[in-house]
């Protein structure tokens, strides 16, 4: 095997999808203490404590315990390569988290034990199913009184509609659970409860399902229950094969609680096993590309301002698809069709960073921008000249107009709106015939005007004036004529804007008023999502 593939074969790469408040910020600590990445994790909501979650960089992501961007963490584990893409869980942030799995092979779904199936989950999943990812499941805060291990799993079958196999099972009853029983290995792993409070690695002592110790330390109740357990699902269960985790088609199930570190070692050593090294990517003509090609590609799936504070820089991150990484190389960027020097690459745990002189197919690298890229931009080796398929767009749903509340700020306010809106944290129009003193914003989610209003404030040093706008829906306008749509006719209730590319796009009330104003246009197509060419 050439020794690109050996690097290959041991990358990781994949996202965290969950409900806010499933506790994936907290899962993805544990799986960094377990990594030997951090030796001490801190609770996302301790009150008292001065520690945050080490993927929350952000300060308004530590005052509300949430998180609003995509984080981008790396670690090593027993000879692996740990790329873990850590997404929004608010829906208002569901573009981002979208515009991330793009640069996933599989995804962990983390699922509350009292709640179930919650809706954000649901989108998020079916997202990660169209794209066949393998979809590894993870219950979690079993500390905690939840909902029984067989109903939470019928509902994931149901409501899903994939097949589920658990491969470990809780050994315990209603939230009082002592540890796990592995199928696949027929050993049961206790658990030794201490004082840290999940900050630290759990102690366990792990042995054969027949090892007598076992049924002495858990007590023949609990022995007797996880027998008539293994038994069910054994009976009436599914099947495994590996062939169906690798195809979306089955979920391989995990029973535990990221707060306190149960089963989440067991959970990490296996998904590290059964999940998919990195894949062969889409190209925008529709040939695909094997990571092990020996010539360079890449593609920018996410870019952040700001992410050090003291130094104002902005980072791209993207996803290395196939051949070798070095540092300062030059490559072609399919967007300008010029040359491209790679300068300063860096990997990422949270605000600490490293340079990095090689990486691989599956490797997350974080470039220095000095504003040549976008997302969904393609890098490629000279030889090469691809461009990977193109992100998908979300037409904004919430509009508002802004405006500096200092016209004597109006150059940072500025810098911020374009800055924010290359990171895609908001879409950015404007009006013809009206100067740069104000924009129009378009939002997935109110929360994301929340987050503007903040980072405008707090990282460029500009205040704004918001008014929040009418609108609810937005369509690209394309005519044969461009003048036709100058002479745009019953635009009474609605507003014709350009975005970043000079495109123009109407902006009305809702679905019956486009309609109306459709009617009244009939050279005009509205179209969904952006194109340079009509396609309805």
Request: glycine share 6%; hydrophobic share 40%.
């Amino acid at each position: 095997m050439s020794e690109l593939k050996e690097k290959i074969e041991k990358r990781r790469t994949f996202a965290i999808i969950s409900h806010p408040d499933a506790g994936k910020t907290t899962l993805t600590e544990k799986l960094l203490l377990y990594g030997g990445a951090i030796h001490l994790a801190g609770s996302v909501k301790a009150r008292k404590a001065n520690k945050h979650a080490v993927s929350d960089w952000m300060e308004i992501e530590k005052q509300r315990g949430i998180s609003v961007t995509s984080s981008v963490l790396q670690f090593d584990y027993q000879g692996f390569r740990v790329n873990i893409l850590d997404t929004p869980g608010h829906q208002d942030f569901s573009e981002d988290t979208y515009r991330t799995l793009m640069a996933a092979d599989s995804a962990v779904m983390l699922i509350d034990a009292a709640k179930g199936v919650e809706p954000q989950t649901k989108k998020l999943f079916w997202v990660c199913h169209r794209r066949h990812l393998p979809i590894f499941t993870f219950i979690n805060k079993l500390d905690r009184f939840g909902r029984e291990p067989l109903d939470l799993m019928e509902e994931v079958e149901k409501i899903l509609q994939i097949k589920v196999y658990p491969i470990t099972w809780p050994v315990g009853l209603d939230g009082k659970y002592k540890g796990v029983y592995n199928r696949l290995t027929r050993e049961v792993s206790l658990f030794k409860t201490d004082a840290s409070h999940g900050s630290k690695q759990l102690e366990e002592f792990s042995a054969d399902i027949d090892d007598p110790r076992i049924k002495e330390m858990i007590g023949e109740e609990l022995f007797e229950a996880l027998l008539g357990d293994i038994e069910l699902l054994d009976m009436a269960g599914e099947e495994f094969h590996i062939e169906d985790v690798l195809k979306g088609e089955l979920t391989p199930m995990f029973f535990g609680s990221a707060m306190t570190n149960f089963g989440v070692q067991e959970f990490l050593e296996k998904f590290l096993e059964m999940s998919p090294a990195p894949q062969p990517r889409t190209l925008l003509n529709g040939d695909v590309l094997e990571p092990d090609n020996p010539l360079f590609s890449a593609f920018v799936f996410k870019i952040q301002a700001n992410m050090n504070p003291a130094h104002r820089d902005r980072i791209a991150f993207m996803r290395i698809c196939s051949g070798e990484f070095d540092k300062g190389m030059t490559v072609y960027h399919a967007q300008s069709g010029k040359p491209v020097k790679l300068a300063q690459p860096q990997q990422f745990l949270a605000q600490e960073r490293t340079i990095v002189e090689k990486a691989y197919p599956g490797d997350i690298i974080g470039l220095f921008d000095p504003g040549i890229f976008g997302i969904g931009d393609s890098l490629s080796d000279e030889k090469l000249k691809l461009r990977f398929e193109d992100f998908p767009v979300f037409p904004a749903e919430i509009f508002a107009r802004v405006q500096p509340k200092d016209s004597l700020k109006r150059k940072q306010f500025e810098k911020g709106i374009l800055q924010l809106s290359q990171e895609g944290a908001v879409q950015v129009f404007t009006q013809k015939h009206v100067g740069l003193e104000s924009f129009i914003v378009g939002v997935v989610g109110q929360l994301q005007l929340e987050v503007l209003e903040y980072r405008l404030k707090n990282e460029y040093n500009a205040q704004l004036v918001m008014t929040q706008l009418p609108f609810t829906v937005a369509r690209w306008v394309y005519a044969e004529k461009p003048e036709d749509i100058e002479k745009l006719r019953g635009l009474d209730n609605g507003m014709l804007v350009y975005d970043k590319k000079d495109r123009p796009v109407i902006l009305v009330n809702n679905e019956w008023a486009l309609n109306w104003i459709l009617q009244r246009n009939p050279g005009l197509e509205f179209l969904i999502v952006p194109s340079d060419k009509a396609t309805v």
